[in-house]
């Protein structure tokens, strides 16, 4: 026994990947440690697009409603401008985060959820105290220094900050949720591809009372297209409301090359004059910060019992909102897994289907946030900005009435509807599929899309997809097919005339020891199809069945009724659970 304690989990780092991971594992029953270098939380705003799938994970834990209150809602989200500065000249709009109508159906009718906007400042207390509330035991000022692991655990060395004591803590698992410099993903060699600081960028945080500039367009973010604002950063000037209106986050690059600027109050306040286009407003820093775009991604998210997550495996720009995101979503991948392995349901097995479900969606996702970055190329260019561009092109060569000036109109559009793939990428945001042990294939070839993937969220109940969204009733109340799922356990949807998969559900729940909640949907039954949408996108028969896991994505799927419906759930069951 070594001078400190034991634990089953213990997290590095209480960001949104280690404070989800608490969360997540608390609901579950695990005992759990956090350690967190700082005093507390996040101190700065940077993460703040919550998108759908995020809230449904935080709906399954039954705090939606915290999410969503402490958040600006989707209607303030969507008007994003492009102007030469907030009081300058507009030079286009997107409705952005699906508030487009053709895109808000969309969004509505794939999930019970809508996005919002919550600071990462705020979003991070709800986590760490949520998951305090449910059991973990969070130690701030406390540094992660070193770890060795063997057959049986993890022992971490730590340093408490206040009194400069080290000790040793015990865990059987340990989770790397320390951030883009991850001490635990060196320590036990990720492989990473790509490469660190390849631009420059700041990040001022500051109150003033942008009402007048931004209230006729509510949005998140306000994009200026200045000279020089094409140099370092994540693509353009950008003001990013932080509290509407008047707490704000302008992003500002800076040359890679040169030392990085020290950003102190005399430039900060022109910087953002400069991009609010009025330098009499009254400015109140609150902070500011330089930082480096990434484009690097691990090839490899674990070893032995060591398992890293969020920003430690996939290092990006913030364009598309999805670091935060990705960070908690890899932490309700993995957490059910180890629930079930400590509470000795699953073999350890299934912990090596975290790597293969959860490093493809790392890359996919830094090289989208950095195409996302570069795409703003076209809207300088379309305004002349660019040394690529014809000449005499100009900003105010738009206005012309020649030739020239209807071609660079329709470039403009084009230039800013490429945006899409950074503001309504609903498509990556939602449509992540599994291939894994952890995931029993049924026979068929994954369903092609019909529509361009990382826009369009295509619903399947494909082995590996999250399970279709869509409204059923219970009684007198309206439900989601997620609301029905989750809550960390596996469950069972069949239809009319699928008894027998009731009955195998029982016995192989029973036998395996594994919780499975089984469901008839049909009329008259547990959940009932009034809207008749759960017979269009469950793509089985009403004899068939869907086994969905802890994450609503599904692991077995059956067409019509098998001849032995015991057997072959059971041989489903061994196979994910890695019991074979
Ligand atoms: P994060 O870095 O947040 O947390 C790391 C944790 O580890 C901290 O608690 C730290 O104290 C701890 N730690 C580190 N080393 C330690 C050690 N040795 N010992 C103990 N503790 C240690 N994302 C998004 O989804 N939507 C968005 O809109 C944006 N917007 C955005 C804007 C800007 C300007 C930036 C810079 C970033 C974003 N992001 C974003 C990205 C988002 O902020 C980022 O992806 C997440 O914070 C990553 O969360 P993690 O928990 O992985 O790491």
Redesign the pocket.
């Known amino acids: 026994m070594t001078e400190g304690f034991e634990t089953d989990v213990l997290i ?7 404070g989800a991971a608490s969360l997540f594992l608390s609901s579950y029953g695990i005992d759990n440690v956090v ?4 005093r507390w939380t ?1 101190n700065t705003p ?4 919550t998108n759908q799938r995020t809230v449904e994970l935080m709906r399954d834990m039954g705090i939606e409603d915290e999410i969503t209150g402490k958040g600006t809602s989707h209607e303030l989200m969507g008007q994003t401008a492009f102007c030469t500065s907030l009081a300058g000249e507009e030079i286009g709009r997107i409705r952005t985060w699906g508030t487009h109508p053709q895109r808000l159906a969309d969004y509505t009718e794939a999930s019970p959820t809508l996005p919002c906007d919550l600071p ?1 400042t705020l979003f991070e207390p709800i986590l760490v105290s949520t998951a305090a509330a449910r059991g973990a035991r969070i130690r701030f000022d ?3 220094l070193s770890l060795t692991q063997d057959a049986d655990g993890v022992t971490a060395r730590v340093r408490d900050r206040l009194s400069g004591s080290e000790y040793e803590i015990r865990a059987k698992y340990l989770i790397g ?4 410099r991850s ?1 635990v993903a060196q320590d036990i060699g990720l492989p990473m591809a790509g490469a660190m600081d390849l631009e420059g960028s700041m ?1 001022i945080v500051f109150e003033a009372d942008l009402s007048k500039y931004v209230a006729h367009r509510p949005s998140v973010l306000y994009w200026v297209l200045q000279p020089g604002a094409q140099i370092g950063g994540i693509g353009a000037g950008l003001v990013r409301m932080v509290r509407p209106w008047n707490e704000w986050l302008v ?1 500002w690059g800076y040359d890679i090359s040169q030392p990085a600027p020290v950003v102190d109050e005399a430039m900060a306040t022109e910087i953002v004059h400069n991009l609010v286009g009025d330098d009499t407003i009254d400015v109140k820093l609150k902070g500011t910060s330089v ?1 480096s775009v990434n484009h690097m991604y691990a090839e490899q998210t674990s070893v032995g019992r060591v398992f890293c997550m ?3 495996i996939h290092r990006h720009p ?1 364009s598309n ?5 990705t ?1 908690i979503q890899d932490a309700y991948n993995l957490a059910w897994k180890l629930a079930l392995v400590l509470k000795g349901q699953a073999s350890p097995r299934l912990l090596d289907t975290y790597d293969a479900e959860r490093a493809p969606i790392a890359k996919q996702i830094v090289d989208r946030a950095n195409k996302s970055r570069t795409q703003f190329g076209q809207i300088f260019r379309a305004l002349g900005m660019t040394p690529d561009a014809p000449a005499g092109r100009t900003i105010d060569s738009r206005k012309d009435d020649t030739a020239e000036g209807a071609a660079q109109r329709e470039e403009l559009r084009e230039a800013i509807k490429l945006k899409d793939y950074e503001f309504n990428a609903h498509g990556v945001e939602l449509g992540q599929r599994y291939q894994s042990a952890a995931v029993i294939p049924d026979g068929t070839p994954e369903p092609l899309y019909d529509k361009d993937p990382e826009l369009y969220y295509h619903p399947t109940t494909w082995p590996g997809a999250r399970i279709p969204h869509c409204w059923l009733t219970r009684g007198t109340e309206t439900v989601s097919t997620l609301d029905v799922v989750g809550k960390g356990r596996f469950t069972l949807l069949t239809g009319i005339g699928g008894d027998a998969w009731i009955k195998a559900a029982e016995v192989v729940s029973e036998q395996l020891g594994v919780e499975l909640e089984p469901f008839v949907i049909g009329p008259g039954r547990d959940l009932e199809d009034l809207y008749g949408d759960w017979a269009r996108l469950r793509e089985i028969t009403d004899t068939g069945c869907l086994v969905v896991r802890p994450d609503a994505h599904i692991a077995y799927r059956a067409s019509t009724v098998d001849a032995d419906p015991t057997t072959a759930l059971t041989e489903a069951f061994e196979g994910l659970l890695g019991r074979r």
């Open positions: 590095i780092g209480s960001g949104p990947a280690g350690l967190t270098r700082y996040a940077r993460a703040h697009i990462q406390t540094e992660y949720a320390d951030g883009g001490k990040n992003v930082w969020g920003d430690a913030p909102g999805l670091g935060s995101n960070s």
